[in-house]
């Protein structure tokens, strides 16, 4: 059955503004699995929105027909579709539009968490979740309802190899359902088990059968100093009043110039320690720890530490990314024309004058971490930094990490996964209640 018909549709936010896509031609059947990849920015996220009705339809010419069925559409980044405070309430929410008795939502609700692998009681509270654990969340409040078509925006930046193990399960189980999934990744071979239809949405062009491997290029390898930026004796990670989230068993230390990777599953605590480290995380016991010699204490390193958030779009602020930059080196009297000139050098010279909420997902990772990287912090603290990101803007982020790192910046990155082919000095891995250090070769390689 054709649910959705797109034949010589272009699309764009307004009569004054670029055309996202011309003259782009899709189907959509039910039971059938598509994957869209393309450049960062290129409009996949759009695409996405328009296929679940929510964008109005500024078109020139071409035939738009969808079919009144019902679509859930999981965006990239979940929280910003998050609307109750507890994990029940969320996926209850609309069945209770439906006016649905508790006795028939329950049953309901449980099993929408089961199919995504998101296994805690209803009544938890969202805001302990971590994104890739969120992630789940909005899929369940999805699929609580069944709908005809699920729409997916990114999902494997968002989750752990488990979770795309569990992910590929419930796609393959909703198409021999015959419900219609669409996705946009940039990693489509993470999905390839269960995807028969590929795109690539590059330049306003779709292209149908494409499927092209992104190529990413290694972090180079650098020699790091003797001087010490973290150290910490063998502690417990806890929160005030919980059991122990994970232990180190071992002493920790970060040197100038290096590149360590702490990489896990989903909530097992990669956030909440950077956050530690940088002295934001509050509501945690005492941990034995130093950074730059002193207990971490939020806003008291200044121009030495920077830290990029999970949710880059909780970092900007500024009405353009051209501001956005010259705030970071007005703050420390640094000299602003060097914000235009790291824009051009990170191929973002194009975006200077428009509102960085306005980017896609990925930019805003290349625009936050502009704005740290700008006034070259003695150590940088990088909370899954590579969401979003496609081959391009990834080798522009090698460029930055290479170059701070070559002037003693120590380098923590937080993943859900190694990363491959990457000579990092040292990797922490999270993992069954324990936190485990080990020392890399320089040439070491990782494979996903």
């Not at 990693?187 to 992104?214: C, K």
Request: proline residues 6%.
């Amino acid at each position: 059955m054709r649910l959705i018909e797109l034949d010589g549709v272009s699309f764009n936010f307004g009569s004054r503004q670029p055309w996202v896509f011309r003259d782009i031609t899709f189907r959509l059947d039910s039971g059938s699995c598509h994957c869209i990849t393309g450049p960062t920015g290129s409009g996949k996220s759009t695409l996405l929105q328009l296929l679940a009705g929510l964008q109005e339809r500024p078109f020139e010419g071409g035939v738009f027909r969808r079919q009144g069925m019902l679509a859930g559409l999981v965006m990239q980044d979940p929280q910003v579709q998050l609307l109750r405070q507890t994990v029940g309430a969320e996926v209850a929410f609309a069945l209770e539009n439906l006016a649905l008795t508790s006795e028939q939502m329950v049953p309901m609700v449980q099993r929408a968490l089961r199919r995504v692998g998101l296994f805690v009681s209803l009544d938890c509270p969202i805001n302990i979740l971590s994104l890739g654990q969120k992630y789940r969340l909005m899929m369940a409040a999805q699929l609580v309802c069944n709908p005809q078509v699920l729409l997916l925006d990114e999902p494997w930046a968002q989750l752990d190899n488990l979770g795309v193990q569990e992910l590929t399960m419930v796609i393959r189980g909703l198409v021999a359902e015959g419900i219609a999934v669409v996705m946009c990744e940039h990693n489509p071979a993470a999905f390839e088990e269960v995807v028969d239809h590929y795109w690539q949405l590059s330049d306003g062009v779709l292209m149908s059968g494409i499927y092209r491997t992104e190529k990413r290029i290694p972090l180079q390898a650098q020699a790091h100093s003797d001087d010490v930026i973290i150290e910490a004796e063998p502690f417990e990670y806890r929160f005030h009043g919980d059991a122990p989230l994970f232990a180190c068993e071992q002493p920790l230390q970060v040197c100038a110039g290096e590149l360590v990777t702490i990489y896990g599953n989903n909530g097992t605590g990669k956030s909440s320690l950077m956050k530690a480290i940088a002295g934001m995380q509050g509501n945690i016991a005492p941990l034995p720890l130093k950074v730059f010699g002193e207990r971490p204490k939020v806003g008291h390193y200044g121009q030495r530490l920077g830290l990029l958030m999970q949710r880059p779009n909780r970092q900007l602020f500024e009405n353009t990314v051209l501001d956005e930059v010259a705030f970071s080196l007005r703050r420390f009297g640094l000299p602003q024309e060097q914000a235009q000139a790291l824009l051009e050098e990170l191929g973002l010279g194009e975006l200077a004058e428009q509102s960085p909420h306005k980017l896609s997902y990925g930019q805003q990772h290349l625009v936050a971490l502009a704005s740290l990287v700008c006034y070259q912090p003695q150590l940088l603290l990088l909370d899954d930094p590579l969401a979003g990101l496609d081959s391009e803007y990834f080798d522009r982020f090698c460029m930055m990490i290479n170059r701070l790192r070559q002037q003693g910046t120590a380098v923590l990155l937080s993943s859900h996964r190694p990363l491959p082919h990457t000579p990092v000095s040292q990797q922490w891995q999270i993992a069954d209640g324990l936190l485990l250090p080990s020392t890399c070769t320089q040439d070491a390689a990782y494979a996903y």
